[in-house]
């Protein structure tokens, strides 16, 4: 078995990074370290990797972003399997193992040794996500955190709430048809989120009791409310309370979801930004396995 860690210079910096360097080099195991140098790498050192049809695991070190090319490359690849190295400061996905379990991610040996699944991906215009994909104000605000992280002594939560000031101030909703089974809903939206996994956001969990594995897919669309209404409402949705407003949350399972605009709409994937006037989102035929320490469950 060939293990492949995959390191994104731009997570964990300091102390971690030397952390993680000296936990692989301690490994019991040969064991090899590459370190991406642009966006796109995580993806094609772990495509070469899988295409060669050696048994590999590929452990992405860094965020949601990093972990989301690693699934790009893997994905469909029966002899490949990723998971997570949390370097990042969302690593959302983790936590459906259980919040309190994210640190054992940092165990390199416990996690080389432990179990994979096959984790269903979502297709957003051919862009694969093994957690969520959303279009909107959310979407706005994680893609404009980036933005507001490099200013001085802003941090993570404060870039969050800096971006998110200033999105809401541009409009809480755009026009769009959405269009996920049997529901047509035409005109302003706020959001509209497909989930495979749990969390986005930074910990807000819109579906609750999702499963990674099931081949379904939870879509929850939140048409035009207040300024009043959406400050009552976030801390509900955040929380997987959809069920208590279904006039304000209208949810759907198992539908492919397609979205228009006449405007540019911003779709985030993982963490990785799209924009466009149009996007298609299913559940992909392909799937990735993701392995993870053993006696954690989701």
């Known amino acids: 078995m060939r293990h492949l860690f995959i390191i994104n210079p731009t997570a964990g910096k300091g102390s971690r990074q030397v952390d993680l360097v000296a ?11 590459v370190y991406t140098q642009r966006a796109g790498d995580c993806e094609r050192l772990t495509q070469e990797a899988a295409g060669t049809g050696e048994p590999v695991r590929v452990y992405a070190c860094g965020g949601d972003g990093t972990l989301n090319e690693a699934v790009n490359g893997a994905a469909g690849y029966p002899n490949a399997a990723v998971t997570n190295v949390p370097l990042g400061t969302g690593n959302d996905f983790l936590k459906i193992f259980g ?21 269903d991906l979502i ?5 694969l996500g093994v957690d969520i994909v959303c279009v909107g104000l959310d979407a706005r605000v994680a893609a ?13 939560i404060g870039a969050y709430i800096l971006s998110l000031g200033a999105n809401v101030f541009q409009g809480l909703s755009q026009p ?3 269009e996920a089974g049997d529901l047509r809903h035409e005109g302003k939206t706020v959001l509209v989120c497909v989930c495979s996994g749990r969390y986005y956001g930074g910990g807000f969990m819109p579906v609750g009791d999702n499963m990674p594995d099931d081949g379904l897919l939870e879509t929850l669309v939140i048409p035009k409310v207040s ?14 309370r959809y069920r208590d407003y279904p006039d304000k949350i209208l949810y759907r399972q198992g539908a492919d979801v397609t979205i228009r605009s006449e405007q540019e709409l911003t779709a985030v994937v993982d963490g990785e930004t799209m924009r466009g006037k149009e ?20």
């Open 23 to 33: 936990a692989v080099k301690a490994l019991p195991f040969p064991a090899e370290m």
């Open 99 to 119: 919040k309190e379990n994210i640190a054992r991610f940092n165990d390199l040996a416990a996690l080389a040794a432990g179990p994979q699944t096959a984790m």
């Open 123 to 127: 297709d957003c215009n051919g862009r």
């Open 144 to 156: 404009g955190v980036h933005k507001y992280k490099s200013l001085p002594m802003v941090g993570g």
């Open 176 to 178: 769009m048809t959405v």
């Open 227 to 240: 300024f009043a209404t959406f400050a009552r409402l976030v801390g509900k949705y955040a929380k997987g």
């Open 279 to 298: 996007f298609s989102i299913r559940l992909s035929e392909k799937k990735v396995n993701f392995f993870y320490p053993a006696n954690v469950h989701y």
